[in-house]
């Protein structure tokens, strides 16, 4: 037969006893009954009451007994005029034998087959479709049953039993295309569990081969796919490297990119270096790869190149006569300036591989920077950074719709579905979509695109060596450039027309004086109150790495030989919000162990320390990265520094970074004590002394300006 008739029957109970109620026709039958004389008075005022609420109740009135629903009065009730009741406090009942147990979900990519060639899947414009689904019991209905369900009105019979349909399944059931969704928006769904359909977070369903894909990328430091470090590469990688290198391989073969947010000092460089290698070995994937980062780090990017991968063509694409004639392979190392300055050239050039090293820089979606680095198209993108972009939802934002465009929506459509809602859990005001909160579905979709390991990390800190030490290459500023070449003209001058002590002062005043030139022009103009940022290679590389430090929690010392250099770095540190101390030859024993106290307490995270006061008996076991801001020549004093942090007591690996200056006489005596040659040795006997005895030819040779 067909559906059953819905009767509507006003029920009365007790206030001082709610197990007694009856039924409203048995209440009218008579005065007689448990409810007491006020009953019959009270139900009719209630049954009025309701009606304002809901008017069909009306025909209820002037004597409430049973009242015939029509399918658009159950539809009402269906669809929130029982909710309204239920808030004035009238519960509305339905009947046993009349079930509510549609439920709805989506379903992502049943129309697809599995694409064969993932790359072209997520690099085309290909459409993946996104349906509604009705379920019963948790069983998807079938063709037949949703065509029922489409035309059948409030009461359907589904598989044997009677089912109510409110009005939203009925409308589910007549229009099931909730729009296509893009490859990489499919994914992002696939991964979540949840599709936005208008206001509402839909659970969705994934088909196999999404599902397949989802458990695929699910580990990004695991995963099933055979890793084998490319032949090329003049280094053995770590386990950990290893896994970096399978992540990286496997999200730039899908074109999905990602971003690679190790700690310092674990060793990002390489594992993007033998990446670009193992692309070397695929003829689809092999070509250029175009690296943009600040200027202080692209001496690092050189020099660790030719070191890992010899051979491998490296071009500077930075400063005058700058071209991309002839960059069809190897690395192009370019700055963020020089980046925003000529993105239309570089965007008409084809990249294999774009790589963004701290790309907290480009963390300001809308700046020119950002919008420069979007121009530029390649096969693979890969963010580096060192500090933890999951700390700031914007710089997570604006890293990963880099990387991955798509996976996060637009901006705006980021911080209605995932910003908002985060920010109202962490306030307690926040509500869970089926127990599960938004920053854990966030997690859940941002996972695979961001690998981050921490050198505390159980697996990891057992394959890193107790120390590292790095030689940090970096160029001179415009401003130190020409005091430089002028410093050497005029006192090489001198030189060539002196002899004896007169002309061994002179070469001490030459060498303090290029010493100084490289560290800041401020340091060797004597300029106590001068303007520091941006006058200074060195001055920006330390920015840099104090920056991720600082974001990782460690605890830095930053030695120079010079007091004056100390006070200067003191300033600058304090102007930036840095907290720091400085401990110099002159310090008081009492303050000197105070400032020792309060560094190892944790209180500051930047030790200042001149040569003098690095001597002896100073335990610095807090600091797990080392800073040599100048040279001393004399690697024993140097070494002596370093321990202050190196000794007995330190639980963490340290990391030693010794800054210098390219093409300067600091990077060429840098090249002397590597190579252990006959000057090296005297070098380490007596530092700057044995320089003296140069010839003028060799002392030219040593100090002049060199560009890189």
Same mark, same amino acid.
């Given at each position: 037969?067909?559906?059953?008739?819905?009767?509507?029957?006003?029920?009365?109970?007790?206030?001082?006893?709610?197990?007694?109620?009856? %039924?409203?026709?048995?209440? /009218?039958?008579?005065?007689?009954?448990?409810?007491?004389?006020?009953?019959?008075?009270?139900?009719?005022?209630?049954?009025?009451?309701?009606?304002?609420?809901?008017?069909?109740?009306? &025909?209820?009135?002037?004597?409430?007994?049973?009242?015939?629903?029509?399918?658009?009065d159950v539809t009402d009730l269906l669809t929130g005029a029982a909710g309204r009741l239920r808030a004035h406090g009238i519960d509305v009942l339905w009947p046993a034998e009349v079930r509510r147990a549609l439920t709805a979900r989506a379903v992502v990519g049943a129309d697809l087959p599995p694409p064969t060639d993932l790359r072209s899947f997520f690099g085309g414009d290909g459409t993946v479709a996104l349906r509604r689904q009705l379920l019963l019991d948790g069983e998807p209905l079938t063709e037949e049953e949703m065509a029922t369900v489409a035309t059948g009105g409030p009461v359907v019979r589904l598989r044997g039993e009677w089912v109510l349909v409110d009005a939203e399944s009925a409308r589910t059931a007549r229009d099931r295309e909730a729009g296509p969704l893009t490859a990489i928006e499919a994914l992002a769904v696939?991964?979540?569990?949840?599709?936005?359909?208008?206001?509402?977070?839909?659970?969705?369903?994934?088909?196999?081969?999404? =599902?397949?894909?989802?458990?695929?990328?699910?580990?990004?430091?695991?995963?099933?796919?055979?890793?084998?470090?490319?032949?090329?590469?003049?280094?053995?990688? &770590?386990?950990?490297?290893?896994?970096?290198?399978?992540?990286?391989?496997?999200?730039?073969?899908?074109?999905?990119?990602?971003?690679?947010?190790?700690?310092?000092?674990?060793?990002?460089?390489?594992?993007?270096?033998?990446?670009? =290698?193992?692309?070397?070995?695929?003829?689809?994937?092999?070509?250029?790869?175009?690296?943009?980062?600040?200027?202080?780090?692209?001496?690092?990017?050189?020099?660790?190149?030719?070191?890992?991968?010899?051979?491998?063509?490296?071009?500077?694409?930075?400063?005058?006569?700058?071209?991309?004639?002839?960059?069809?392979?190897? /690395?192009?190392?370019?700055?963020?300036?020089?980046?925003?300055?000529?993105?239309?050239?570089?965007?008409?050039?084809?990249?294999?591989?774009?790589?963004?090293?701290?790309?907290?820089?480009?963390?300001?979606?809308?700046?020119?920077?950002?919008?420069?680095?979007?121009?530029?198209?390649?096969?693979?993108?890969?963010?580096?950074?060192?500090?933890?972009?999951?700390?700031?939802?914007?710089?997570?934002?604006?890293?990963?719709?880099?990387?991955?465009?798509?996976?996060?929506?637009?901006?705006?459509?980021?911080?209605?579905?995932?910003?908002?809602?985060?920010?109202?859990?962490?306030?307690?005001?926040?509500?869970?979509?089926?127990?599960?909160?938004?920053?854990? &579905?966030?997690?859940?979709?941002?996972?695979?695109?961001?690998?981050?390991?921490?050198?505390?990390?159980?697996?990891?800190?057992?394959?890193?060596?107790?120390?590292?030490?790095?030689?940090?290459?970096?160029?001179?500023?415009?401003?130190?450039?020409?005091?430089?070449?002028?410093?050497?003209?005029?006192?090489?001058?001198?030189?060539?027309?002196?002899?004896?002590?007169?002309?061994?002062?002179?070469?001490?005043?030459?060498?303090?004086?290029?010493?100084?030139?490289?560290?800041?022009?401020?340091?060797?103009?004597?300029?106590?109150?001068?303007?520091?940022?941006?006058?200074?290679?060195?001055? %920006?590389?330390?920015?840099?790495?104090?920056?991720?430090?600082?974001?990782?929690?460690?605890?830095?010392?930053? /030695?120079?030989?010079?007091?004056?250099?100390?006070?200067?770095?003191?300033?600058? =540190?304090?102007?930036?919000?840095?907290?720091?101390?400085?401990?110099?030859?002159?310090?008081?024993?009492?303050?000197?162990?105070?400032?020792?106290?309060?560094?190892?307490?944790?209180?500051?995270?930047? /030790?200042?320390?001149?040569?003098?006061?690095?001597?002896?008996?100073?335990?610095?076991?807090?600091?797990?990265?080392?800073?040599?801001?100048?040279?001393?020549?004399?690697?024993?004093?140097?070494?002596?520094?370093? %321990?202050?942090?190196?000794?007995?007591?330190?639980?963490?690996?340290?990391?030693?970074?010794?800054?210098?200056?390219?093409?300067?006489?600091?990077?060429?005596?840098?090249?002397?004590?590597?190579?252990?040659?006959?000057?090296?040795?005297?070098?380490?006997?007596?530092?700057?002394?044995?320089?003296?005895?140069?010839?003028?030819?060799?002392?030219?040779?040593?100090?002049?300006?060199?560009?890189?």
């Amino acid at each position: 037969g067909g559906p059953p008739a819905l009767r509507l029957v006003p029920r009365a109970h007790s206030l001082s006893d709610p197990t007694l109620a009856l %039924d409203a026709n048995e209440l /009218f039958e008579s005065v007689d009954h448990a409810l007491g004389p006020r009953a019959q008075a009270d139900t009719v005022l209630a049954v009025r009451r309701a009606a304002a609420v809901w008017p069909p109740l009306e &025909r209820l009135l002037p004597v409430p007994g049973t009242l015939e629903l029509s399918d658009l009065d159950v539809t009402d009730l269906l669809t929130g005029a029982a909710g309204r009741l239920r808030a004035h406090g009238i519960d509305v009942l339905w009947p046993a034998e009349v079930r509510r147990a549609l439920t709805a979900r989506a379903v992502v990519g049943a129309d697809l087959p599995p694409p064969t060639d993932l790359r072209s899947f997520f690099g085309g414009d290909g459409t993946v479709a996104l349906r509604r689904q009705l379920l019963l019991d948790g069983e998807p209905l079938t063709e037949e049953e949703m065509a029922t369900v489409a035309t059948g009105g409030p009461v359907v019979r589904l598989r044997g039993e009677w089912v109510l349909v409110d009005a939203e399944s009925a409308r589910t059931a007549r229009d099931r295309e909730a729009g296509p969704l893009t490859a990489i928006e499919a994914l992002a769904v696939a991964l979540t569990g949840y599709a936005r359909i208008g206001a509402e977070q839909v659970p969705v369903a994934a088909t196999a081969w999404l =599902l397949a894909l989802r458990a695929r990328l699910s580990d990004p430091d695991g995963g099933a796919e055979p890793v084998r470090q490319p032949a090329a590469l003049a280094a053995t990688l &770590r386990d950990y490297q290893l896994r970096g290198l399978r992540w990286l391989d496997r999200m730039t073969s899908l074109g999905l990119g990602g971003c690679l947010a190790d700690d310092m000092g674990l060793g990002k460089t390489v594992q993007l270096i033998a990446l670009h =290698l193992l692309r070397q070995e695929h003829k689809d994937s092999a070509g250029p790869t175009l690296v943009v980062c600040p200027a202080s780090l692209m001496g690092n990017w050189q020099r660790e190149i030719g070191r890992f991968a010899p051979g491998t063509a490296v071009r500077r694409f930075h400063g005058p006569g700058r071209t991309l004639d002839g960059a069809d392979d190897g /690395f192009v190392l370019t700055t963020y300036g020089t980046m925003r300055l000529d993105a239309d050239q570089l965007a008409g050039h084809r990249w294999s591989m774009v790589v963004a090293d701290e790309a907290q820089h480009v963390k300001n979606p809308r700046s020119s920077t950002a919008r420069a680095l979007r121009l530029i198209p390649s096969d693979a993108k890969i963010a580096l950074t060192g500090t933890p972009v999951e700390n700031s939802l914007s710089e997570l934002w604006a890293i990963l719709d880099w990387t991955t465009p798509g996976l996060l929506g637009g901006y705006g459509e980021f911080r209605r579905r995932w910003m908002a809602p985060i920010d109202a859990e962490r306030a307690g005001t926040g509500e869970s979509v089926e127990g599960e909160s938004a920053a854990r &579905r966030l997690a859940g979709l941002v996972r695979p695109f961001l690998l981050r390991r921490r050198k505390s990390d159980p697996g990891i800190a057992p394959e890193l060596p107790p120390k590292t030490e790095t030689d940090r290459p970096v160029a001179l500023s415009a401003e130190q450039s020409a005091l430089y070449r002028a410093q050497v003209a005029d006192v090489m001058d001198r030189i060539r027309d002196s002899e004896g002590i007169n002309r061994s002062g002179l070469v001490l005043k030459l060498l303090t004086g290029l010493k100084q030139i490289c560290n800041h022009p401020a340091h060797f103009l004597k300029e106590d109150n001068a303007v520091l940022t941006g006058r200074s290679g060195k001055l %920006d590389l330390l920015d840099e790495l104090l920056d991720t430090i600082i974001a990782e929690d460690g605890a830095a010392l930053v /030695f120079t030989q010079y007091v004056a250099m100390a006070r200067l770095l003191e300033r600058h =540190l304090r102007e930036r919000g840095i907290p720091a101390r400085l401990l110099h030859g002159g310090t008081p024993v009492p303050r000197r162990e105070e400032l020792v106290r309060r560094f190892q307490d944790g209180e500051v995270p930047v /030790f200042l320390l001149s040569l003098k006061a690095a001597g002896t008996g100073l335990n610095l076991t807090r600091a797990d990265h080392v800073v040599h801001y100048d040279r001393w020549w004399n690697p024993a004093v140097e070494a002596q520094a370093t %321990d202050r942090a190196y000794r007995i007591g330190q639980t963490r690996p340290v990391q030693v970074h010794r800054l210098i200056a390219e093409g300067t006489v600091e990077d060429r005596i840098a090249a002397l004590l590597e190579s252990k040659k006959e000057l090296a040795d005297a070098v380490l006997g007596a530092g700057e002394q044995a320089l003296t005895r140069l010839t003028n030819d060799e002392l030219a040779n040593l100090v002049e300006l060199r560009s890189m």
